[in-house]
């Protein structure tokens, strides 16, 4: 029909529950503040998250809130705390990636249209196979959105900000639409002038040796965890590929049992074993590409962050630098004296407001990022040793059974 719809509780599904935990909130959260993502609605032009709130601070006026947001208004929320020269000094959390479904529902387009061309056993397999991957990769965007208001309702300072109590308690809503042609291209332009000015702050000379270590280390961190990125893409997908390939064989044995009646059951026997085989390394996959790729892909984006963090603050740097110039050409005038001085004294305020703030949140980010990696990578070590140990057992159980045969 013209609308397709699929519907996650995240109540009851482990999995987002599981994933939700790439951002480690246990230093930060001090539960008087609770956001969650109770169910969400894919169309076929956007998804519809339900979120719910339970809050004890007083800024809220309710106790309890549940309203219905669309990844539009998330994006909306997101450029309200980036443009927020109040929040100059924090890490602004990274918006969660806009929802992509199109590859997903043309594969699914595509074995319906080829329902002719297959057994009916097949179809239903491949099928079911589809909807799979698609049902994860919805859970999957529902579990990024979540992230991100877990990370800001984390946040001490912008838990408290009016967009956000607004994102949270308006039950209409929010009127917000994509971008524009003409937004879109001015969106690109000031990102080309902050990477230009980025550019020119790069020789900056600054005397804080803090902050000279952590931009040193975010740079090469930032292309490290990019390389870093692709291989753990190309892992997972490598694990997924054998797992097609598990079906396929599956496929071709279950097709010779029917046409050589002396190995029939030995044939469907070892079609059955790869069959069981595939789901095992689809799981696999799956873990590999929770947690490690997404993780790795979180961090790119957070690390991003970081950074931007550290240009505001160079950016601020920059701007006391011009504001002593000012003063310097304005003693030698005698002229606008006054004015200088009550401009350089704003550009010293904010320039060491920046810093102090930077300080503290460049130190919760590493502490959060190392804690998060250390579990995330127990994690998947326990669950390949899984994995691996029931894959030894099916094919045990496998070669058994053809052993009686």
């Keep these: 029909g013209q609308q397709e719809q699929a519907v996650v509780s995240t109540q009851s599904t482990g999995d987002q529950r599981e994933h939700a935990s790439t951002v480690s909130l246990s230093d930060?959260?001090?539960?008087?503040?609770?956001v969650s993502i109770s169910d969400a609605v894919s169309e076929l032009e956007t998804v519809k998250f339900t979120i719910q709130t339970k809050t004890a601070l007083p800024s809220f006026s309710q106790h309890q809130m549940s309203v219905i947001r669309c990844h539009e208004e998330f994006i909306w929320l997101h450029d309200m705390l980036s443009?927020?020269?109040?929040?100059?000094?924090?890490?602004?959390?990274?918006?969660?990636?806009?929802?992509?479904?199109?590859e997903a529902r043309d594969k699914l387009t595509r074995v319906t249209a080829a329902e002719n061309t297959m057994t009916e056993e097949e179809y239903k397999k491949l099928r079911k196979e589809l909807e799979s991957d698609y049902l994860a990769l919805f859970k999957k965007t529902v579990a990024m959105h979540e992230i991100y208001l877990l990370r800001i309702a984390a946040h001490a300072k912008l838990r408290e900000d009016s967009n956000f109590r607004v994102f949270l308690e308006y039950a209409k809503d929010l009127k917000v639409r994509s971008k524009n042609k003409k937004e879109i291209i001015g969106g690109f332009f000031k990102s080309m002038t902050k990477n230009v000015d980025e550019a020119l702050l790069s020789g900056q000379k600054d005397k804080d040796e803090f902050?000279?270590?952590?931009?040193?280390?975010?740079?090469?961190?930032?292309?490290?965890?990019?390389?870093?990125?692709?291989?753990?893409?190309?892992?997972?997908a490598s694990t997924n590929?054998?797992?097609?390939?598990?079906?396929?064989?599956?496929?071709?044995?279950?097709?010779?049992?029917t046409r050589d009646p002396s190995l029939q059951r030995f044939m469907a026997q070892s079609a059955i074993t790869f069959e069981s085989l595939q789901k095992l390394q689809k799981r696999t996959s799956t873990d590999e590409d929770l947690k490690l790729t997404d993780l790795f892909k979180y961090y790119q984006r957070e690390t991003q962050a970081a950074k931007s963090l550290l240009y505001r603050r160079g950016r601020a740097l920059a701007d006391k630098e011009i504001a002593e110039g000012k003063l310097e050409q304005a003693q030698k005038k005698f002229k606008d004296i006054p004015t200088a001085e009550a401009y350089l004294e704003d550009c010293k305020i904010r320039f060491e407001s920046i810093?102090?703030?930077?300080?503290?949140?460049?130190?919760?980010?590493?502490?959060?990022r190392l804690e998060t990696y250390r579990k995330h990578l127990v994690d998947m070590s326990e669950l390949q040793i899984r994995h691996s140990q029931s894959i030894i057992s099916e094919l045990t159980k496998g070669l058994e059974l053809l052993k009686d045969l």
């Design 28 to 34: 930060e959260n001090d539960g008087r503040l609770t």
């Design 83 to 102: 443009e927020n020269p109040e929040y100059a000094g924090y890490i602004i959390p990274p918006a969660p990636p806009k929802p992509d479904f199109e």
């Design 211 to 236: 902050f000279i270590e952590r931009r040193t280390f975010l740079e090469d961190y930032h292309n490290r965890i990019k390389e870093t990125t692709k291989k753990s893409e190309f892992l997972s």
């Design 241 to 257: 590929g054998l797992s097609v390939d598990y079906m396929q064989v599956a496929g071709c044995l279950a097709l010779l049992s």
């Design 355 to 368: 810093s102090d703030m930077a300080k503290t949140e460049l130190d919760t980010f590493k502490n959060r």
